[in-house]
T-cell receptor
Framework: GAVVSQHPSWVICKSGTSVKIECRSL??????MFWYRQFPKQSLMLMAT?????????EQGVEKDKFLINHASLTLSTLTVTSAHPEDSSFYIC?????????????FGPGTRLTVT | AQSVTQPDIHITVSEGASLELRCNYS??????LFWYVQSPGQGLQLLLK??????LVQGIKGFEAEFKRSQSSFNLRKPSVHWSDAAEYFC?????????????FGIGTKLQVIP
């Protein structure tokens, strides 16, 4: 089946620094990937849609200058949290839709736990 | 816009007992429906999905779900729960036709299994 990986699985950074999270589709190409954020004991909230070769589409209320998304290839999307603050601490999950008949099914990465101190 | 309601935030069942997790959706047309499971600190694993056809869908790990259009529901069931089923379960809906983006998740139901 389709596999999506994320790196790193967890990261601790100091307030004011930036951190980059990678999302890779390992055995399929993904022109679109999605980034979600999950606070403790809450559901996943879509942050943005990452589009290969073009600008990401951000959901309402998500600061695009703070959460930089780059989809440089058909298998890689990156999310950079700039000038991180403790309130950015969260679980970030990416996903990619399957192709063909599976286009409505998303394959999720294992997530990245970000802690900002 | 679509929405998903999971009315039960937390459910506790005894091992071996049957399980039903409720999910109601709101969408103007026939949606794509999913159930995902998430273990602590982990990503999401797809249990099953409904796109069309037979309204009773079989998934992995012995789970099944039934799509009931008249009730706008997609409840998840398992006849006999195992301790390893303890996790968070999310119901989700994806809009169709058109784009597959903006899959909307319910708030999740945390399942606790007691011996």
């Amino acid at each position: 089946g389709a596999v999506v990986s994320q790196h790193p699985s967890w990261v601790i950074c100091k307030s004011g620094t930036s951190v980059k999270i990678e999302c890779r589709s390992l055995d399929f190409q993904a022109t679109t990937m999605f980034w979600y954020r999950q606070f403790p004991k809450q559901s996943l909230m879509l942050m943005a849609t990452s589009n290969e070769g073009s600008k990401a589409t951000y959901e309402q209320g998500v600061e695009k200058d703070k959460f930089l998304i780059n989809h440089a290839s058909l298998t890689l999307s990156t999310l950079t949290v700039t000038s991180a603050h403790p309130e950015d601490s969260s679980f970030y999950i990416c996903s990619a839709p399957g192709g063909g008949s599976g286009m409505y099914e998303q394959y999720f990465g294992p997530g990245t736990r970000l802690t900002v101190t | 816009a679509q929405s998903v309601t999971q009315p039960d935030i937390h459910i506790t069942v005894s091992e071996g007992a049957s399980l039903e997790l409720r999910c109601n959706y709101s969408y103007g047309a026939t949606p794509y429906l999913f159930w995902y499971v998430q273990s602590p600190g982990q990503g999401l694993q797809l249990l099953l999905k409904y796109f069309s056809g037979d309204t009773l869908v079989q998934g992995i790990k012995g789970f099944e779900a039934e799509f009931k259009r008249s009730q706008s529901s997609f409840n998840l069931r398992k006849p006999s729960v195992h301790w390893s089923d303890a996790a968070e379960y999310f119901c989700a809906v994806a809009a169709r036709p058109g784009g597959y983006q903006k899959v909307t998740f319910g708030i999740g139901t945390k399942l606790q299994v007691i011996p």
